[in-house]
Every structure is written in structure tokens, then in C-alpha cells.
């Protein structure tokens, strides 16, 4: 009796089971069907069809009005809205008491930075950009403090440039911690110009070398290019501005002090550009790198020979030596610091460059010819040493300066162009020339055409330097014939080719001119001597197809 009763609890829990798995498979089932009726996807162990990449959307293409519209216009306006407000401080300002020049002066910035910051919580880059323009306002109203007479509150320059140098750390910190370099490029280079708009003195320049060394900052530690780019370029135009507005002075004293302390800030410029360059060099991109490089060069050079010609011409020689010294020091400087090898080979080709320009300074004539062949060569053979392209191929260029201003020279005339003859050989033999993106056999064979065909035109002025009137076309077959024999003897075909093209212009001047002109005595020597050269150059050639058969 009492196993029937438990056999019926055991059946009991076997149906109730039952039913449980009956329920959630009617569940599962309901569930799968309204999967299916949505469309969502579920597992499966069927595999993915093949996926088909969307095609690649084009470019959009920018609008060039609403380019002009909202970038150019909104930065040309507050240029004008900043240099209205700064002439408005300049003109107007002083009818006012003290205390009402520098709060009007304050409250105006104030105003125009609340005003910007008002704009950026709806449109950002706008906003920033009045911001930036309020930042600048208020740097001219510290420099107007002193530095603008008819506003001047502030007699002592030691405060006013230690104002400014504060102003100027506000500034970088505020775009810092923002993170704007558009706030840091307007603020900074309306800052610079709006110095212009007062009589520049050395102290207008001390205060551009602030805001400069502010820009600076931004390329080292945010490693921003567009605001330290603008702000050379304003460092730079700042100097011109002074150079012309005090060019001419009376000579004595004054003049000297003049040029020491122009001269004292262009090598400041030079500096603080280089050493924020080379500080890290490799995290910044290479045509920016190289753009500072060239501009820094540029207005060092432009503005220094310019202020030592103007004062005293004779210093101009050893002033582009010491800027081409200072390019060889960067040079090594940017080796040590690992630096790109284009940022090294730019500042030895433009050290080479400085010297070519020094040697008119000091030479002419004949010793200027020389000298650039001196130049030249050694640009050219100093370059194997350090692997540089560039460097040889402004070598070779200057070597091509001397060759030109060699045709203007007379006496000495043979001895130079012996010497550039050999000067191209000896660069063209230096060695391989590496270009980056180019093969390597390309790169040495338009070197090597390139340097053929600047012995080839020296070989020919040599000659027929040396030649009669009469018998010019004589002259560039012999320069033909010597240019094969170098060829053959060197092994390098593009002597040779140019060997061919001198002698089928001799051969085209020969027909159309000297066969008409000529007298018979000259006419049976110059057939006769090509006849020869020809058939001994062809011998030549035979003889190596056979051997190389």
C-alpha cells in the first residue's frame, strides 16, 4: 500500500516535468516566430555571405565661397577691427585723464573677449577668434602705456617690458589651456602688428622678440606650425619696417650703435627660430621644418646684408661668413639631434649658398670666377662626405654661376676654365648620389649628364678661346674629340654623348656657315682634321664592340 502511494508521487513529478518543458518550448517557439516577423538577426551555423565593400565615397568638395566666407572674412575683420581700435587708442586716447585711458583701453579688450567667449558656445571657431582678437587688444594697451607717447601712463621701460612679458605668458597660457591655436594665432600675430602702428624703436623690437618667444613655445611643446610660421614672418617684417624708417641717420656714433643693435636682433631672430626648431626636430613635419628653415635664412641674410651695405659695405664679406658658419653649426646641431637628413642637407646647402654670395663682397673678376670655382668644388666633394644630394647639386650649380661669369672675364680666361673642367669631373666623380624617391641608378645618371654637360660647355670655351676667329668650328671638334677621350677614359657614356652632340653642331656649323665663309686653306684644314678625329673616334668604337663581342 505504501509503494503504490509513492509510485503515484513519482508519476505525479514526471508529469509535472512534462509539462514545464511543454511550456517553454510553446515559449521558444512564440519567441522564434517574432523574431522572424521583426527581421532581427539571430545565430546561425550557416556561413556570412560574402560582404561587399560600399564604394568609396568621393571627396567632398570644399565651396570656395563659403571657404571665403567664413575662414578669410571672419580673420580679415577683426585684423581691421583691432587695427581701427589700436589707431582709435592712439589718436583719441590721449585727450583722456590717466586712469581713463587704461580703463577705457581694458574695457574695450574686456568687452570684445566676453564677447568671443559669448560666440564660442554656439559657434566655436568664430568665438575664438574675436576671443583671440580681445587678447590682442588688451597686449596693445599695454604697449601703448609707454611705448605710444600720446597715451603714455608709464615712464619706466624696465615695468613696461616686464608688463609685456606677462602679458605675453597670459596669453600662451590661456591658448594653452585651451588647446586653440586659432586664440594663439590671432592674439599673437595682431599683437606683433599692431606694434607697427607706433614709431618702432629697439624696445617695439624687444617686445616683437616676446611675442616671437611666445609663438616659440607653441612649436615646441604643442608642435603647432602655423602660429610660429606667422609669427617669423611678423618678427621679420617688424625689422624691415625699422630698417627703412631709420636707414639713413648721420654717420658717426650713432650709425655704428645703429647697426650693432640691428644686427643684435637679427641674430636674436635667428636663435630663438633654431633652437625652437631644433629642439625636437623629428615631431614636426618635414616641409614645415624645412620652411622655417629657409624663411629664418632668408630674412637673416636679406635684412643683415641690407643693414650692413647701407652702413659699412666692407663688413659685408665676413657677415655672410658668419651666417654661413652659423648654418654649419645648425647643421651639426640637427645631426645630433637625429633630425631628418633633409633638415641637415638643407642647412649645408644654404651655408653653401651664403658663401657664394660672400665671394662678390670681396672678390672680381677673375679672382671672383676662381673663388666660385673654389666654392663649388669643395660644396661639391664635401658633399660624398656626408651623403648629401642637395649639397652636391648646388655644388655643381655655382660651378655653373662661375662658368657663365667666366665668359665675361679675359685675362686668366684659360687657366679657369681648365680649372672648372676638371672641377666638374672631379664633383661628378665624388661619387653615388642618393635622392630620396628617386632609384638610385636614375639619380646618378641626370647627376652625371648634368655634370657632362658643364665640362663639355667649359671644354668647348676653352678651346675656342684658344682657336682663330677662322676656325672656331675647329675648336669644337678638337673640344669634341678631347670630350670622347675623357669619356673612354673615365668609362662613363654621358662624356661621350656629349661629345657627339658638340660635334654634330660643329658638323651643322660647318655646312651652313664655314663652307660659304672660309678661305680654301681653312676649309682643307678643318675637312681634313674632322675627317681624322672622326675616323679615329669610330676606330675607338669598334675596337670596344669587338672586344666586348
Not at 665640362?455 to 678651346?463: D, P, Q, R
Not at 682663330?468 to 671638334?477: E, I, N, Q, R, S
Request: with cysteine; glycine share 10%.
Amino acid at each position: 500500500m505504501v509503494e503504490s502511494k509513492s509510485d503515484e508521487g513519482e508519476g505525479q513529478d514526471l508529469r509535472d516535468t512534462v509539462k514545464r518543458l511543454e511550456a517553454t518550448v510553446t515559449a521558444l517557439e512564440a519567441r522564434l516566430a517574432r523574431l522572424e516577423g521583426t527581421g532581427e538577426a539571430r545565430p546561425t551555423l550557416a556561413p556570412p555571405p560574402p560582404t561587399v565593400a560600399p564604394p568609396a565615397a568621393t571627396p567632398e568638395r570644399r565651396d570656395l565661397e563659403a571657404h571665403l566666407g567664413t575662414y578669410w572674412l571672419s580673420r580679415l575683420g577683426i585684423v581691421a577691427l583691432i587695427i581701427g581700435i589700436a589707431y582709435l587708442i592712439t589718436y583719441r586716447f590721449g585727450e583722456l585723464g590717466v586712469l581713463a585711458r587704461v580703463g577705457a583701453g581694458y574695457l574695450l579688450s574686456a568687452g570684445l573677449g566676453a564677447f568671443g567667449l559669448w560666440l564660442a558656445r554656439r559657434h566655436e571657431l568664430f568665438g575664438r577668434i574675436v576671443f583671440g582678437g580681445g587678447l590682442a587688444l588688451a597686449y596693445f594697451v599695454t604697449y601703448a602705456l609707454h611705448f605710444i607717447p600720446a597715451v603714455r601712463v608709464i615712464d619706466s621701460q624696465v615695468l613696461s617690458l616686464v608688463l609685456l612679458a606677462g602679458f605675453v605668458v597670459a596669453i600662451v597660457t590661456i591658448a594653452h589651456r585651451m588647446q586653440s591655436e586659432t586664440v594663439a594665432g590671432i592674439a599673437l600675430f595682431l599683437g606683433l602688428h599692431t606694434g607697427m602702428l607706433s614709431d618702432i624703436t629697439a624696445f617695439t623690437l624687444l617686445s616683437t622678440t616676446l611675442l616671437a618667444a611666445g609663438a616659440l613655445f607653441f612649436l615646441v611643446r604643442n608642435r603647432w606650425v602655423i602660429v610660429p610660421l606667422s609669427s617669423l614672418v611678423a618678427v621679420y617684417s617688424t625689422h624691415v619696417v625699422w630698417a627703412v624708417r631709420t636707414g639713413h641717420m648721420a654717420p658717426g656714433a650713432a650709425e655704428d650703435d645703429r647697426l650693432f643693435l640691428s644686427l643684435g636682433f637679427l641674430a636674436l631672430y635667428f636663435l630663438l627660430f633654431s633652437v625652437a626648431l631644433l629642439a625636437r626636430p623629428r615631431d614636426l613635419p618635414l616641409r614645415a621644418s624645412l620652411a622655417f628653415t629657409l624663411l629664418n635664412w632668408a630674412g637673416l641674410v636679406s635684412l643683415g646684408a641690407y643693414e650692413v651695405s647701407q652702413e659699412q659695405d666692407s663688413h659685408l664679406f665676413s657677415f655672410l661668413l658668419i651666417v654661413a658658419a652659423a648654418q654649419g653649426v645648425a647643421a651639426a646641431v640637427a645631426r645630433l639631434q637625429r633630425a631628418p637628413v633633409a633638415l641637415t642637407h638643407a642647412y649645408l646647402a644654404l651655408g653653401a649658398v651664403t658663401l657664394a654670395l660672400a665671394m662678390p663682397a670681396r672678390y672680381e673678376d677673375v679672382a671672383l670666377v676662381a673663388a666660385w670655382t673654389v666654392t663649388g668644388l669643395v660644396a661639391g666633394l664635401a658633399a660624398r662626405g656626408v651623403g648629401s644630394p642637395v649639397l652636391r647639386g648646388v655644388g655643381v650649380l655655382i660651378l655653373f654661376v662661375a662658368l657663365a661669369a667666366c665668359e665675361w672675364g679675359t685675362p686668366g680666361r684659360l687657366t679657369l676654365l681648365a680649372g672648372l673642367v676638371v672641377a666638374f669631373v672631379l664633383v661628378e666623380r665624388g661619387g653615388t648620389v642618393r635622392v630620396p624617391g628617386l632609384p638610385e641608378p636614375e639619380a646618378r645618371t641626370l647627376f652625371t649628364a648634368v655634370c657632362a654637360v658643364g665640362a663639355g660647355l667649359s671644354l668647348v670655351a676653352l678651346v675656342g678661346a684658344r682657336m682663330p676667329a677662322g676656325l672656331v668650328t675647329l675648336g669644337w671638334v678638337i673640344a669634341a674629340f678631347l670630350l670622347f677621350g675623357l669619356g673612354f677614359a673615365v668609362r662613363e657614356r654621358w662624356y661621350r654623348l656629349a661629345a657627339l652632340a658638340v660635334m654634330g653642331l660643329a658638323l651643322v656649323r660647318l655646312v651652313l656657315v664655314d663652307v660659304a665663309r672660309l678661305p680654301p686653306d681653312q676649309r682643307v684644314l678643318t675637312f681634313i682634321l674632322l675627317g681624322v678625329m672622326l675616323l679615329v673616334v669610330s676606330f675607338t668604337y669598334t675596337r670596344l664592340r669587338d672586344r666586348r663581342g
